[in-house]
């Protein structure tokens, strides 16, 4: 579902993997129109896995598919002149609510310069790997982050995210940016080049979090405690009849709930005696962690979830449970039509599938229902024609010279 | 350092650990004003570890003044009706540029309706847990997303994420719709109650993403596969000299660098032949990860770090090196002054240290020296007789019954 609150906006999409393309996803979701470009047959990112089984390994991907819903689709040979002056034209188009560029291609003949020479009032914005302009991507980043030395045990070395959060971030901070800077030209009339770098995202998390200081100012590193939470107390455990859940108690108010729905005050009083530890304090629960997790690993290895689930509910303990995505699609309501941020899409070449639409919940704003990532070159001929004015002829001989395509046919309809 | 973005903008903020206050802090390098309101003494996430040492264990928190840099602190006891109506009117004060609060403690007393019968255009932007109401956190959510399950070796069991990342992209999502919306009541004169739940980040982005299509089209649950990347190659490899790094070969282009650079052109046609895989196919090249990797390792057990960094700089492979934090700030010139990102603060309580600004580079457009996370209440006299023009007696007066507070005293300050 999507609502309108960016105003009239155009921001066309020249993009491949993750960061820009959700940064796009997220502008369309919240009412702009996105026009994705493609190269003719579809670019690096457009047989990502997962894909639709094929015969011939190219059914339609579910990553790019995700990635693209709601917006347009235009289809382009930009290796040749031709083609790379429609997109210019179509970055650069006139009108107020236009002009608006967002891509993490770099190419040379769709930078800033170029464009703002045929629109003064031009925004892009460009993500990079490093600042410098050098290549780097999520995983070759957080490497560096000394995340993946935090994680896990810290017996068999670092352990990599499989949550590309990096990019996850960088696209949210890149639609800020977008709204952020077209706001700014409404005021003053001012176009505007922006580059955000992967990299300055995650370091810079790594000062927000306090993570950087730690080391600089205190020479300490976190070390890797497996599933435990840093600075108060929380950890995985597993119930009677198998469940695992995750349970928290970073504040004063959690921590008493979770000892009360637990009977657990005793232990804690033994705990405290033995160790001279006040577990009220957070910090010195982070420091009775062992003892703490052995009391409740005994209690929990003597109920079943469901017991569990009760006393916790009753006693407002912050836990959650562990999930397979079999799981969660099956027994979850946030990830249902119950939620409405979810509805059923139905995308060309893949069928009828659970979708989210933005995640905000706007109370008396109107949602309109998503449309589905577009087959490549879908939208050609109506871009071609609404945006830069081309007639049917002129688009016609843009076909028979191979400068544009689309739309591709459609992989499961009849033959 | 920050930039002037925004436009003249103030937002309150009333909010605790994460996900709001990094979506106050990303406002305030981009330049509003923002104002955060704390209990005297201070909120729950006021002493969040790391903290500095202190024989009292109060010293300063590296955590909440790395996510409070450059706001305003304001400090009142809002357990007093006298204290919750001047935060009411702070946060609904007039003037185009404010009457926006942001918040995920879900106070009644500083609820939408309440502030709108104040101010008919009000903005509030509220992070929950879950869309109902019900708590969670980042911990508790990311448990149901699969990830845990999908991370390390999966021999174990799951392995949280260390990073907080749905907060973090809970935060900068926030900060997108502040910018949004407030964008939209300076074009329509209307205000609007926004509110944003954590888990539908997350679970929007598992749908975004592809994970949920994965798993309810397909029938298919990603496996836990150790640090190698989905979908592609990649994996970690460790250096004669014990150096490890990350490559990545996801495009035909990263892939054709890696085989140049590693000399690997036999090897590859030998596991081509042995598999009948094609390995310029990105989905062969994961089906044949192990091979590969074998390959690979054999190859880099033989070359010291710097050896292999020239020939990987030489052919344009993707590839980034693991590093602690120390690391990071000993050799990484990403996280120094030489990145414009980065300046040096000068926060009370903590001293000198290295610190993130605005993350975007935005040519033409002038940087500001950020100002560090203040004192508890340092600005309190300053924001009542600036925003609710309250006179040097009415102030007194509130401090005298207790109401305000602040500046609090240095805990650097010499006695």
């Given at each position: 579902m999507s609502y309108e609150m960016?105003?009239?906006?155009?921001?066309?999409?020249?993009?491949a993997f993750i960061a820009a393309p959700l940064a796009g996803l997220i502008l369309a979701q919240y009412g702009a129109d996105v026009i994705r470009v493609d190269a003719i047959g579809g670019g690096i990112d457009y047989g990502r896995m997962p894909r639709m089984p094929r015969r011939d390994g190219q059914g339609r991907s579910l990553y790019w598919t995700g990635l693209n819903k709601g917006k347009r689709s235009i289809a382009v040979d930009v290796r040749r002149p031709e083609g790379r002056e429609l997109v210019q034209q179509l970055a650069a188009a006139p009108g107020p609510d236009a002009g608006v560029l967002l891509t993490n291609l770099g190419a040379p003949w769709l930078s800033h310069?170029?464009?703002?020479?045929?629109?003064h009032d031009m925004v892009t914005c460009t993500i990079q790997g490093n600042g410098d302009g050098s290549?780097?991507?999520d995983y070759t980043v957080n490497s560096a982050t000394g995340y993946p030395m935090m994680t896990g045990s810290g017996r068999d070395g670092p352990v990599n995210h499989v949550?590309?959060?990096w990019d996850v971030a960088c696209a949210h901070h890149a639609a800020f940016l977008v709204a952020a800077v077209v706001g700014r030209r409404r005021r003053t009339g001012e176009g505007r080049e922006i580059f955000l770098a992967l990299s300055d995202i995650a370091f810079s998390t790594l000062s927000h979090l306090g993570v950087l200081a730690e080391t600089e100012v205190l020479g300490q590193e976190r070390p890797a405690?497996?599933?435990y939470l840093y600075g108060a107390f929380g950890r995985d455990f597993v119930t009677a009849d198998g469940h695992r859940l995750m349970v928290a108690a970073i504040s004063a108010g959690?921590?008493?709930?979770l000892v009360e729905a637990c009977s657990l005050s005793d232990e804690v009083a033994r705990i405290e005696e033995n160790s001279g530890l006040d577990l009220r304090d957070e910090a010195q629960r982070f420091e009775a962690r062992e003892p703490i997790a052995q009391a409740l690993e005994a209690w929990f290895a003597k109920r079943s979830r469901s017991e569990v689930e009760t006393l916790f509910k009753a006693e407002r303990v912050l836990f959650g449970p562990y999930r397979s995505v079999a799981e969660l699609l099956d027994s979850d309501p946030r990830v249902s039509l119950a939620n409405p941020v979810f509805e059923r899409l139905d995308t060309?070449?893949?069928?009828s599938h659970l979708s989210a639409g933005a995640a905000a919940r706007i109370p008396g704003l109107a949602r309109a229902p998503s449309r589905p990532a577009p087959l490549l070159g879908t939208h050609t001929d109506e871009v071609l024609h609404e945006v830069l004015g081309l007639s049917g002829a002129a688009i016609g001989k843009l076909h028979d010279a191979g400068i544009v395509a689309g739309p591709e046919r459609d992989p499961a309809a009849k033959a």
């Open positions: 960016l105003g009239p906006l155009r921001v066309v999409e020249s993009a310069g170029v464009l703002a020479a045929l629109r290549p780097a991507v949550l590309p959060a405690i497996d599933n959690q921590w008493a709930s060309p070449g893949i069928g």
